[in-house]
């Protein structure tokens, strides 16, 4: 049975920083990955997806990489921003499945 | 990409009434799912509504509680019946579009 984790569960940095977000899924068999990004009380954004070909996919001051042999993916931020304050989840679609399988997520926070 | 509408945003109920939540894509789609979200937790999927044929359910979810309709390839509705405050949650209605999900804004429902 597939799961996915985060690490680490909550984060705060200072403005400025650079910072990389975990995600770890137990198997490999995975179709695509896919990092979202929730606002308290919204809906997901969905920021970036790795289909399982790809090693990484790169959109503004975020990254993703994508390491399906290890079960590992990381996001990464550039120069973050208090605007980046928010939780960060991580899912898979197993190749099995049409349905995703979410971790826990990441609530980050970037203090001015 | 896709955008995804619900109404209502929001809404606080009593206990034992029913609430029908709307969920529109601007575009065709195969699969729409319906996820809840409850305080301080991450998604769990209720049920996958496809155009035409009944709505599968997840563990834990039945169609008595939680009956959904999907008359067409842009719209669904999820009914929350018979409610307790345990369904106190964000409702969330999602559509895959090219292998990428995209999510609603979320119905946040308070149950009283």
């Known amino acids: 049975k597939q799961e996915v984790t985060q690490i680490p569960a909550a984060l705060s940095v200072p403005e400025g920083e650079n910072l990389v977000l975990n995600c770890s899924f137990t198997d490999s068999a995975i179709y695509n990955l896919q990092w979202f990004r929730q606002d308290p009380g919204k809906g997901l954004t969905s920021l970036l997806l790795i289909q399982s070909s790809q090693r990484e996919q790169t959109s503004g001051r975020l990254n993703a990489s994508l390491d399906k042999s290890s079960g590992r993916s990381t996001l990464y931020i550039a120069a973050s921003q208090p605007g980046d304050s928010a939780t960060y989840l991580c899912?898979?679609?197993?190749?099995?499945?049409?349905?995703?399988?979410f971790g826990s997520g990441t609530r980050l926070l970037v203090r001015p | 990409s896709a955008v995804i509408s619900q109404k209502p945003s929001r809404d606080i109920c009593q206990r034992g009434t029913s609430l029908t939540i709307q969920c529109q894509v601007d575009s065709q789609v195969t699969m729409m799912f319906w996820y809840r979200q409850q305080p301080g937790q991450s998604l769990t999927l209720i049920a996958t509504?496809?155009?035409?044929?009944?709505?599968?359910?997840e563990s834990g979810f039945v169609i008595d509680k939680f009956p959904i309709s999907r008359p067409n390839l842009t719209f669904s509705t999820l009914t929350v019946s018979n409610m307790s405050p345990e369904d106190s949650s964000i409702y969330l209605c999602s559509a895959t579009i090219s292998y990428e999900q995209y999510f609603g804004p979320g119905t946040r429902l308070t149950v009283t």
């Open positions: 899912a898979v679609r197993p190749d099995s499945s049409y349905k995703l399988i």
């Open positions: 509504a496809n155009q035409g044929s009944e709505a599968t359910y």
